[in-house]
T-cell receptor, first 111, second 116 residues
Framework: DQQVKQNSPSLSVQEGRISILNCDYTNSMFDYFLWYKKYPAEGPTFLISISSIKDKNEDGRFTVFLNKSAKHLSLHIVPSQPGDSAVYFCAAKTGTYKYIFGTGTRLKVLA | GAVVSQHPSWVICKSGTSVKIECRSLDFQATTMFWYRQFPKQSLMLMATSNEGSKATYEQGVEKDKFLINHASLTLSTLTVTSAHPEDSSFYIC????????????FGQGTRLTVV
């Protein structure tokens, strides 16, 4: 039973445009979410997080939106750059430093 | 920044043999490390929590005797896949927290295990 879902396995966006990556979760008890970015042959690196007491968190080009009623979060990257091409995982915190990950979305930013 | 290193990056082994994967925190100490597994097109699944100086804590459904975890020091945790079978072929990745915030969990680069 996949508690964190990323229904789009891949996404292609033109450079300079907005990238929107989506994530849905099923457990309403989740109260902290993170986005990780992963390049091939490397481990995931932390990108941005959001607590359930907020509905938006912004860090430079990256913004995460949380809709608790819909159990949905999204990561917006604007403007998208070719270096953003990677696999993006959303994750829900289940314990201290413990996460449940989604299946990932491969983003390709076209130059 | 903090670095977590895994070795080897990839390994091919024969069925029935055992494989050891190392996870090291290079510039910080980690009393706790986490081992994940990722099957193709699936998410990273937490397998176990490695605790320095005590037994590992395994997630439900993970066989303790098959996936032996040893946290020998504050900078090293090892995962040994014993009597490997082709279905154990997967991507194994460790993480180690450094700071007090949940955002400060660093991941190794992962190990691709192929059992033939």
């Amino acid at each position: 039973d996949q508690q964190v879902k990323q229904n789009s396995p891949s996404l292609s966006v033109q450079e300079g445009r907005i990238s929107i990556l989506n994530c849905d979760y099923t457990n309403s008890m989740f109260d902290y979410f993170l986005w990780y970015k992963k390049y091939p042959a490397e481990g995931p690196t932390f990108l941005i997080s959001i607590s359930s007491i907020k509905d938006k968190n912004e860090d430079g080009r990256f913004t995460v939106f949380l809709n608790k009623s819909a159990k949905h979060l999204s990561l917006h990257i604007v403007p998208s750059q070719p270096g953003d091409s990677a696999v993006y995982f959303c994750a829900a915190k289940t314990g201290t430093y413990k996460y449940i990950f989604g299946t990932g979305t491969r983003l390709k930013v076209l130059a | 920044g903090a670095v977590v290193s895994q070795h080897p990056s990839w390994v091919i082994c024969k069925s029935g043999t055992s494989v050891k994967i190392e996870c090291r925190s290079l510039d910080f100490q980690a009393t706790t490390m986490f081992w994940y597994r990722q099957f193709p097109k699936q998410s990273l699944m937490l397998m176990a929590t490695s605790n320095e100086g005590s037994k590992a804590t395994y997630e439900q459904g993970v066989e303790k005797d098959k996936f032996l975890i040893n946290h020998a020091s504050l900078t090293l945790s090892t995962l040994t896949v014993t009597s490997a079978h082709p279905e154990d072929s997967s991507f194994y990745i460790c993480s180690a927290p450094q700071g007090a915030k949940d955002t400060e969990a660093f991941f190794g680069q992962g190990t691709r295990l192929t059992v033939v």
